[in-house]
């Protein structure tokens, strides 16, 4: 089946959420066309690039959706990529192509307790993940931060925990995600786990995750956003080499 042409939708309004996480709200004429209940979907964003005639593609989550339109957030910092420094500069009114929506990647509900792990990357679909879970679910949610400030009240089952920690350099810490799940006691019952940060810390939670014997491959979602000090085609390149 051939993919739907890239959308045009238009900035509705900005929303400085944290410290380091920005929101916008994209809607207009063109989500007409786009199907409902995609939070969590990821979408391409097409930005213009100076001096080229292609747009430069960057990967982005649905944080949430409404009746024609969408949340989408980003992480903003000093050294920002093109989507980020894009979303720094938009104002209301600004146009954007958007490609998608692609495959939501949600957690597996049918399991006893669930645990999800990501960087602020990884924030806006472990958000999304967490509101739809059901209400009796247990768990854990890991999630790092770079400020104190970036810590967001989420919508989560009672029992479920949320863990928060602080880095204040993305990337330069690839086993603080790991020490952490470690330091969890795991209930002795069918565990699902899904997970999404830094090429590196992927790769070291990966590694512990399969090792285990308590949990099936078949419950288990993993993958890495970004790669420091890679752009987005490299990154991706690098993650077609060793899947």
């Known amino acids: 089946m051939s993919r739907p042409a890239p959308r045009e939708l238009t900035v509705l309004r900005r929303h400085q959420l944290t410290t380091n996480m920005l929101r916008l709200t994209l809607g207009g004429p063109g989500m007409e066309s786009f199907p409902a209940d995609q939070a969590s979907a990821y979408i391409k964003l097409m ?11 960057r990967t982005y989550t649905v944080r949430a959706q409404r009746d024609q339109e969408i949340d989408v957030d980003f ?12 979303a720094m500069q938009a104002r209301v009114g600004d146009r954007i192509l958007v490609g998608g929506p692609g495959p939501k990647k949600m957690i597996d509900h049918s399991a ?11 924030l806006p679909a472990i958000s999304a993940n967490l509101e739809q ?16 400030t970036d810590i967001q009240e989420l919508s989560a089952p009672d029992n479920l925990k949320i863990h928060w920690l602080l880095n204040p350099h993305p990337g330069c810490a690839p086993e603080l995600l790991l020490n952490r799940v470690r330091e969890l006691d795991w209930p002795g019952r069918r565990p699902a786990v899904w997970c999404a940060c830094e090429f590196s810390a992927m790769r070291n939670l990966r590694d512990h995750f399969r090792s285990r014997q308590d949990l099936d491959r078949s419950n288990l979602y993993i993958s890495s956003y970004w790669k420091l000090g890679a752009i987005e085609e490299e990154h991706k390149a690098l993650k077609a080499a060793v899947a």
């Open 47 to 57: 930005l213009p690039a100076q001096g080229q005639s292609r747009p430069v593609v």
């Open 75 to 86: 992480v903003t910092h000093a050294d920002a990529g093109p989507a980020s420094s894009w």
């Open 112 to 122: 006893d307790w669930f645990l999800l792990v990501g960087d602020m990357t990884a």
């Open 133 to 148: 879970l059901p209400q009796d679910a247990s768990g854990h949610a890991i999630i790092e931060v770079i400020d104190r």
